[in-house]
């Protein structure tokens, strides 16, 4: 059954309970390759995701969801929805979109047709790639995943929208055995389609990587000018996104709290939200409440411009929505932020590191979980890198630690790379030289 056909079916049906209404199915389709060495380890394919079904009736709501997006869920929908409502009662403030004028969904399908056979191949020639890199090769994991992702929203007051992306990444971990010594390396990909990522660069560049981690050893602790690597940047910045969310400063549990209008990062730093992530075809034009996105400066030049919102967040702050509502079928809405895109600078890799000089390179960061708090913005973490003299790598580094907090990192900034990629979080970002960052040895 259709979206549309669907709805109609869930409304006609909620008439008779709710004055609004609203429905969210979300959808994913994923297939994974996975492969160990020469063989194939797995292949499957999978679908999750589901319809949830939100009911208003005067200053109540109920809400209710399911995985069985099809007409033998209507009724489960609307009958917990109204059982949901009378047992929360009357609540102060209820959201629903109302846009100005009907907005209609469009339903493409772009899925993808490549054959599983074809994708199996791909995956697997990176183990001979790597196998002809280095006669050291241990282990080597491929893993490809594809993933066809669909949203639809539509409410009472005729809003109906709908959206699909298709995108991919591949990546290889490969490990090296040097007489009793194990290294480990890591190289991916991120595209729209599969066939677009470079599985040769990809294996090759794992390998290199387990190379240089041989002969890893600690530095001095103390303060150190550090060039943190574009991927890492990624998920140091995400682990701190939720800083930025309106939701966690009015409940004050973010760092950034009171700071609107302040410079709280160095004047080399934009951060940006965009409807769509640079080199891919991936688009969200709306958010999970139904309104159109819109790109905006999140930090400009260091100054804080704005947090991100959904509608309950701006009505609070006065001020219209960011458009950055996010919720699954089986949660509530929620701001975060979309597309992560840090405007980048002038000098390549190479240049970062003629201008660090003297220092650390930091490739790897672990512990972001655990070493990681959010709400106060400070972090200890365990990291992996080189040691850099004059502007060169000299030797693997191991066993030590940074730590720092969110404005004291993003006010360290001196520079700002121009080698941005997308990382497998979706962000869009460049490699940062960061100045005097406490390093400890272990």
């Known amino acids: 059954m259709k979206h549309t056909e669907l709805k109609d079916k869930v409304f006609d049906r909620a008439k008779e309970k709710f004055d609004d209404y609203e429905i969210f199915i979300n959808n994913i389709n994923t297939s994974v390759v996975s492969t160990y060495n020469e063989q194939l380890n797995k292949y499957t394919i999978s679908e999750s995701g589901g319809i949830s079904f939100r009911g208003i009736k005067g200053n109540m709501e109920g809400y209710a ?31 629903i979109y109302n846009p100005k004028e009907k907005e209609e969904a469009n339903i493409l ?34 893993q490809g995943v594809e993933i066809f992702e669909e949203k639809y929203i539509a409410n009472s007051h005729k809003l109906e929208k709908y959206e699909e992306n298709t995108y991919a990444y591949v990546y290889a971990y490969v490990i090296l055995k040097r007489n009793d010594e194990m290294k480990s390396g890591i190289e991916f990909a991120f595209k729209d389609n599969f066939m677009d990522c470079d599985f040769e660069y990809i294996a090759k560049s794992a390998v290199n990587k387990a190379k240089r981690e041989f002969g890893a050893r600690a530095v001095d602790s103390g303060k150190y000018d550090i060039v943190l690597i574009n991927e890492e940047v990624s998920s140091l910045i995400s682990s701190l996104s939720p800083a930025f969310s309106a939701k966690n400063v009015q409940k004050k549990m973010s760092p950034l709290e009171g700071k609107l209008g302040e410079s709280i990062a160095s004047d080399k730093l ?29 930090i400009k030049n260091g100054k804080l ?18 458009a950055n509502a996010s919720r699954s079928y089986k949660s509530v809405s929620s701001p975060s932020i979309r597309n992560m895109v840090i405007d980048e600078g002038s000098l390549d890799f190479e240049g970062l590191l003629k201008k660090l000089n003297n220092g650390l390179l930091i490739t790897s960061l672990q512990g972001l979980h655990s070493g990681l708090d959010p709400v106060s913005g400070v972090f200890s973490l365990p990291c992996n890198g080189f040691l850099v003299e004059e502007g ?51």
């Open 109 to 142: 399908s772009k899925k993808s047709n490549l054959s599983s056979d074809k994708k199996i191949e791909k995956i697997l020639s990176m183990y001979d790639i790597a196998k002809s890199e280095s006669d050291e090769i241990h282990q080597v994991d491929g």
């Open 270 to 298: 934009t951060i940006r939200d965009l409807r769509s992530l640079p080199e891919t075809k991936i688009t969200e034009s709306f958010d999970d409440e139904g309104i159109e996105t819109k790109d905006f400066e999140i």
């Open 392 to 442: 060169k790598i000299k030797r693997a580094v191991n066993q030590i630690i940074i730590s720092s907090n969110i404005e004291e990192f993003m006010k360290s900034i001196d520079e700002v790379g121009n080698d941005r990629r997308i990382t497998l979080d979706g962000s869009y970002v460049a490699s940062l030289l960061i100045k005097n960052i406490s390093i400890s040895g272990i």
């Open 65 to 95: 969801y399911s995985e069985n997006i099809s007409e033998e869920s209507i009724d489960y929908l609307i009958e917990m929805a109204y059982q949901s409502m009378i047992a929360v009662g009357e609540k102060e403030n209820i959201y």
């Open 305 to 322: 411009l704005s947090y991100v919102h959904n509608m309950e967040t701006a009505e609070k702050d006065n001020i219209e929505t960011t």
